[in-house]
C-alpha cells in the first residue's frame, strides 16, 4: 500500500523560506505523478505543483510562480517543495498526494486525479 508522509512544515517570518518534504513507501516514484496541494481555513484545495513520472514540473497557482519549486530524488523516493519568499498567504496545511496515471510526462492539478494522500503538515507566514 502506498503511503505519503509529509514534513518539513513550521512557522516562519513573511519572506523566509522552507523545504517540505514527502517521504514516499509501498512504491517507486517513477510510477506515480505527485502533487502538492494546500488548504487554508475555511479555502478549498488548491493545487501548488506538481511533478509528472519522467520529471515534468507544473506550477499550479500563479501567486507561487518564481517562488516555489517542486524537485524530487528517486533515490530517496522523495519530492520536494521549495519555498521562498513566503508571504502570509501562503499560510495552510500543504499535503503531497500521488496519482498512479499511464501517462509518464504530464502531472494534473485537480485533486480528485489524485488517489492517495499524506496527512498534511502546517505551515504558517507570521511575523
Known amino acids: 500500500q502506498l503511503q505519503l508522509v509529509e514534513s518539513g512544515g513550521g512557522l516562519v517570518q513573511p519572506g523566509g523560506s522552507l523545504r517540505l518534504s514527502c517521504a514516499v513507501s509501498?512504491?517507486?516514484?517513477?510510477?506515480?505523478?505527485i502533487g502538492w496541494f494546500r488548504q487554508a481555513s475555511g479555502e478549498e484545495r488548491e493545487g501548488v505543483a506538481c511533478?509528472?513520472?519522467?520529471?515534468?514540473?507544473?506550477n499550479g497557482v500563479d501567486s507561487v510562480k518564481g517562488r516555489f519549486a517542486i524537485s524530487k530524488d528517486n533515490a530517496k523516493n522523495t519530492v520536494y517543495l521549495q519555498m521562498n519568499s513566503l508571504k502570509p498567504e501562503d499560510t495552510a496545511i500543504y499535503y503531497c498526494?500521488?496519482?498512479?496515471?499511464?501517462?509518464?510526462?504530464?502531472?494534473?492539478?485537480?485533486?480528485?486525479?489524485?488517489?492517495?494522500w499524506g496527512q498534511g503538515t502546517q505551515v504558517t507566514v507570521s511575523s
Open positions: 498526494a500521488a496519482d498512479r496515471t499511464p501517462f509518464p510526462a504530464v502531472c494534473a492539478l485537480r485533486s480528485g486525479a489524485y488517489g492517495d
Open positions: 509501498g512504491s517507486t516514484l517513477d510510477a506515480y505523478a
Open positions: 511533478i509528472s513520472r519522467n520529471d515534468a514540473r507544473t
